[in-house]
């Protein structure tokens, strides 16, 4: 079996960048965003950006092997969604091509699998997997 995360982060080397001095929070309120998680107290949505390799690390050490880690684009395009999108409407298209394209979802948002017993290889990591940089 395998556990698949999908989230937006980053590895640690870009997670704790000097120019994220500030940390990752952000809150959104409506389609409004902003940095102060104390003005309008329970009003809003808060939220962080995930250190995925925190995550690869502490899953190693609870016996996990990391199967891949790839942008979100990446990931769907390697499981074929471009292909499952040609056969769907026109919405249905603009919302895949939002979840791929690299500067919407795409490279946003990060997949990483963990699986226990002998590794395998999942399709989404074929192309474009970035274990290496974890």
């Known amino acids: 079996g395998a ?12 997670y704790y960048h000097p120019q994220r001095h500030m940390g990752t ?10 940095g102060d998680p104390l003005a309008e107290v329970g009003r809003k949505d808060i939220t962080a950006h995930v250190d995925f390799t ?17 942008s979100q684009g990446r ?18 298209r603009a919302r895949a091509a939002h979840l791929i394209h690299e ?3 795409g490279e946003l948002f990060k997949v990483i699998a963990l699986g226990a017993g002998e590794p395998w ?9 970035r274990s290496h940089t974890l």
């Open 3 to 14: 556990a698949f995360l999908i989230d937006y982060g980053f590895p640690a080397a870009e």
């Open 25 to 34: 929070v952000m809150c959104h309120q409506g389609h409004r965003a902003d």
């Open 54 to 70: 925190g995550i690869a690390l502490a899953a190693q050490d609870a016996g996990l092997n990391v199967l891949g880690y790839a």
């Open 75 to 92: 990931f769907l395009i390697n499981c074929g969604l471009p292909g499952l999108a040609e056969a769907a409407g026109v919405a249905e």
């Open 103 to 105: 500067h919407e979802m």
């Open 121 to 129: 290889e999942p399709m989404g990591f074929a192309q474009g997997d």
